[in-house]
């Protein structure tokens, strides 16, 4: 609906003026049925002031009340067909608040070009006698198919809407008790309440009750003064009329109540005297009949709770008479008792019949049960079969007798006979010879007891667990079961619950009559006698042995690690647990040891995974052998271990140590090969080091860090200065992550020199970091970070486009300048490497030849295969390789003669002592020697001084680099260098290009 509300309409025009004079107003609306102006008349017809009308379309017209039902369907289809309308009769409101009755009559009109404009009209406001009779009719009409309740609800609330009332109400006195009144319907407020119970004495309902009507228009709540329910609600007005029954005593009244003075008091009035007799009516027929049900429902009750249904049959008329009861007995039928009549008339014939349908096998017995009665005076029992329609076969006992209907002591009789449903009580004694069966062939094991807790029963199941016949149980204590090991807490909460009266449920570890053990889960119930009392115990149990053991298995493998059958982490994590609270508890200490395999990786790549597991498994026996009872060993994953060493001081933890390193030294034979393992071990203590499971792991594990950087196969305890050390590594991790985003990394080169000529002829591109907060950081601290955060590849991409472009600039002034850069080992594990060079290269259109690729030995042990295979990939490429820091360690002939390698350097380590040490001296001769013989270029690295040069230069060496040239430079540095020692040749006016 448009609304259309508080609109100040305009007048209408000229051309429609005139109908004015056929109503009270007239009106006009546009094509969508709103008015859109009216006549002055109406302001004065509805009472209103300013020219303010509240309505909207003719359909949905707010405030306004269509009196009879079918008039919204018809004035909607004249609207839609554009046909006019007449007889339109709405309810209004009058400025004062009095209801007005208007009558509505309207035509289309169109514009002069025949355009269809919407409608006019006229309204003319109906006398007051004819508007009460259309009021009624509407009452009639919205009440008259209601009864009962839903009479009462519609009458409170059409009157109220009606007359514009805040509160109507329907109330009934109860019998014997007439100031105390129930309310039948109550609507308030615009919405129906509650129905409650009120005393009526010192309000004005008790005047009604007195008087036979009361109406107050205004000042209510002053003249009634012990009714504080008005004054709380704020009712202005009253209006109220007594409802009597046909002796004239009153049942009940009709109420209305108003917040504002009520001004259509006397149209009220009539209405009331119109309604009140059909009210009357509908509130005595409501008592007569709820006094019926009440009898018939306590007559029903009383069948109910004594269990039976009566009955009885008049030889006269050959009927049978069956109460509600009985009936619902033998019918099936599923109304209450409330629903049916007090008794139900059956012919002998429908009677005979049904016995024939329903009586199954026991329709002989009925009749000779019948003729018994028939032919004498005393009371006969019988109990029968019958199979009813709604509950299926059920159980009946019928006790009845023959009575004279005279007291001439005549020939008339009648039958009266009482039935009972006794289906419960045999199916009870039937499930009662059941259960016993049920409960000899029950799996579970079943027993009773006295409240001294002697067996009185037990069933064959209780035979079979425990191993014991009934005499050797019965009057015994159930207590010869006990194994001693359940826990006293479950005792505890036993008879705690028992003698609460609640049952029990729990588990026991009992003991059989041969001696063995088993796990019962039980469940223990109190039993009570007919007065309540506990009497005895029921207990219920199934041998659940199996199940533990699974669950133990189950529990196992949660806690234990698959390969080795070692406590995993979390169980490790909760004993170390225990064992912070234990040494609490004793102000006692312990030692906790973090163990990691050195260079297990190597073991597991060469050898494969099962020759790994292997060696894992007899690492874990040898650590188990050399530990004391109540010391735990504990695998946390890959090749890391866990000790927790119990009340052990750092002399024993020392000692410790030691044996596990002695253990561990010795050859392990893994599928026929001799394998020798070592382990790098971190200790800490409590409560030292540590009063928490995570700080005593975190310190641990920084101590086994510490021995790994010192050589690995040893051990180092925990120092506070460790902190400081694993912070420090924190920051550089944190920012090395950031560094090549930060434009952090660079990189310098230091010069190659060739000995014969003093010529530089290569650079090895070196990186260096700057940090802001950590200044200048050492390659031999981030290098191997970058190497474990897996961030070398990254930056080793970076050193190649940046050393491969410089080389490139460089070309331009010396052709033959070549650049070397070194390989980490992580970057021969995968392809990128090969890319990374391969880009580099095809970028900047350099000959392969130009760059020289240094791997460390170490690279080579790892997986020679692998390692070979890329190797002569990358010299396929056509890029050199030379094998960096020779002799260190892992030196071996067979890396000379079968990997590509076209240079070999010798590491400082060798250099620096060469002028004093004899040894030195000839080891480098041997190595120079060798490498010649392999036609391999000798480089030579940590020269220092011109005598370590010249000795070089007799041994044979090709060329060197160190510090006896050049520190590591920056390209430009680097470039002026070249210019210094005429590399370039700047006399003839070149600009040398230096780009950064």
């Not at 509805?46 to 003719?58: A, C, H, Q, V, Y």
């Not at 504990?634 to 866990?642: I, K, P, S």
């Not at 561990?664 to 034979?669: A, E, K, N, Q, S």
């Amino acid at each position: 609906m448009v609304e259309n509300q508080g609109r100040n309409l305009p007048c209408l025009t000229d051309s429609i003026d005139r109908l004015e004079e056929l109503g009270d107003w007239a009106w006009e609306t546009n094509a969508d049925h709103e008015i859109s102006a009216v006549t002055t008349g109406v302001l004065q017809a509805m009472g209103l002031e300013g020219g303010e009308l509240r309505t909207g379309s003719f359909l949905e017209a707010e405030g306004w009340l269509h009196l009879f039902e079918p008039q919204p369907v018809y004035l909607r289809q004249r609207l839609a067909a554009r046909l006019p309308f007449n007889n339109i009769y709405m309810l209004a409101r009058h400025g004062s608040g009095v209801p007005l009755v208007i009558e509505i009559r309207g035509a289309p009109y169109y514009d002069e070009q025949q355009r269809y404009r919407g409608y006019r009209g006229v309204s003319t406001v109906l006398a007051e006698k004819l508007a009460t009779q259309l009021l009624i009719e509407h009452f009639q009409e919205r009440l008259e198919d209601r009864e009962g309740a839903d009479y009462f609800s519609t009458l409170v609330k059409v009157v109220s809407r009606i007359l514009d009332l805040d509160c109507v109400f329907v109330g009934r006195f109860q019998p014997g008790s007439q100031p105390v009144m129930q309310t039948q319907s109550v609507w308030c407020d615009g919405e129906y309440l509650e129905n409650f119970w009120y005393q009526i004495e010192g309000t004005p309902c008790a005047q009604v009750q007195r008087d036979g009507e009361v109406a107050v228009s205004e000042g209510v709540s002053d003249l009634f003064r012990d009714a504080p329910l008005l004054r709380k609600q704020g009712f202005e007005a009253y209006l109220g009329q007594r409802l009597q029954n046909r002796e004239g005593e009153a049942i009940g009244l009709l109420v209305c109540l108003h917040r504002q003075p009520l001004r259509q008091i006397e149209l009220a009035n009539n209405l009331f005297k119109v309604l009140v007799r059909r009210v009357e009516s509908e509130l005595y027929r409501l008592s007569t009949e709820q006094v019926l049900r009440m009898q018939k429902t306590t007559l029903a009750q009383a069948q109910v709770l004594t269990g039976f249904g009566s009955w009885r049959f008049e030889l006269q008329e050959q009927c049978f008479y069956f109460s509600a009861s009985a009936w619902q007995m033998l019918s099936g039928s599923s109304s209450t008792a409330r629903e049916l009549p007090l008794e139900l008339r059956i012919s002998i014939a429908e009677v005979w019949s049904q016995l024939r349908l329903r009586a199954l096998g026991h329709r002989r017995a009925l009749l000779e049960f019948w003729r018994s009665v028939t032919d004498q005076d005393e009371l006969r029992d019988s109990t029968f079969a019958w199979q009813s329609p709604g509950l299926g076969l059920r159980w009946f006992r019928c006790i009845a007798n023959r009575q004279r209907t005279d007291d001439a002591g005549g020939g008339e009789y009648r039958i009266t006979g009482v039935l009972r449903d006794v289906t419960e009580e045999r199916n009870a004694i039937r499930q009662l010879r059941l259960l016993s069966e049920a409960v000899d062939q029950a799996s579970n094991s079943i027993s009773i007891t006295d409240l001294d807790a002697r067996l009185i029963y037990v069933n064959p199941a209780f035979c079979r667990v425990t191993g014991y016949s009934r005499e050797e149980v019965l009057g015994h204590s159930v207590n010869m079961l006990s194994s001693g090991l359940t826990q006293q807490e479950n005792y505890l909460e036993l008879w705690d619950s028992l003698g609460k009266g609640e049952h029990w449920r729990g588990e026991f570890v009992n003991r059989r009559k041969d001696g063995s053990l088993y796990w019962s889960s039980s469940l223990i119930s109190p039993l009570r006698d007919e007065d309540g009392q506990i009497s005895n115990y029921l207990s219920v149990q199934e041998d659940v042995s199996l199940r533990k053991e699974q669950e133990d298995q189950l529990r196992h493998r949660a806690h234990h690690d698959a390969l080795t059958d070692l406590p995993n982490r979390l169980l490790a994590f909760e004993r170390l647990k225990h064992s912070i609270v234990q040494a609490r508890r004793q102000s006692g200490s312990f030692t906790l040891m973090f163990i990691d395999l050195d260079n297990f990786k190597q073991i597991n790549d060469s050898l494969g995974h099962d020759a790994g597991d292997q060696l894992l498994q007899k690492v874990a026996r040898r650590l188990l052998s050399t530990l004391r009872e109540g010391d735990t060993v504990a695998r946390l994953g890959g090749d890391e271990f866990l000790v927790i060493l119990e009340s052990s001081g750092t002399a024993a933890a020392e000692l410790s140590a030691l044996r596990i390193r002695h253990v561990l030294g010795t050859p392990m034979v893994i599928e026929g090969r001799e394998l020798f393992v070592t382990a790098s071990i971190g200790l800490t203590s409590f409560p030292e080091d540590g009063d928490t499971p995570e700080l005593l792991m975190r310190n641990a594990d920084m101590a086994m860090y510490r021995a790994k950087a010192k050589g690995k196969n040893t051990f180092r305890f925990f120092t506070a200065s460790m902190n400081g050390e694993s912070e420090k590594r924190l920051l550089i991790e944190t920012e090395l992550r950031r560094a090549l985003a930060r434009n952090e990394i660079h990189v310098h080169y230091q010069p190659v020199v060739d000995i014969a000529s003093g010529r530089i002829v290569s650079a090895e591109a070196l990186a260096r970091w700057s940090n802001p907060t950590l200044g200048e950081v050492s390659p031999l601290e981030f290098i191997p970070l970058a190497e474990e955060l897996g961030l070398i590849a990254d930056i080793s991409d970076y050193i190649i486009d940046q050393a491969v472009a410089q080389c490139v600039r460089w070309h331009r002034y010396d052709p033959t300048l070549s650049i070397a850069i070194n390989i980490s080992p992580r970057q021969l594990r995968d392809s990128r490497l090969y890319g990374s060079l391969r880009d580099a290269i095809g970028l900047n259109n350099i000959n392969p030849q130009s760059i020289t690729l240094e791997v460390t030995e170490g690279v080579l042990v790892e997986n020679v295969q692998a390692a070979l295979g890329y190797l002569q990939r990358l010299s396929d490429m056509g890029v050199n390789l030379a094998i960096d820091d020779f002799g260190t360690g892992y030196s071996s002939l067979s890396y000379v003669k079968n990997f590509p390698f076209s240079h070999l350097k010798i590491d400082r380590s060798f250099v620096v002592d060469c002028e004093d040490e004899e040894g030195q001296l000839r080891l480098l001769r041997v190595m120079v020697d060798l490498a010649h013989q392999f036609h391999l270029t000798v480089i030579a690295e940590g020269v220092e001084t011109a005598a370590q040069l010249q000795l070089l230069s007799r041994l044979g060496a090709d060329m060197y680099q160190g510090y006896h040239c050049s520190a590591p430079l920056a390209a430009d540095a680097f470039t002026d260098l070249l210019l210094q020692q005429g590399v370039l040749d700047s006399a003839a006016g070149v600009d040398v290009e230096r780009r950064h």
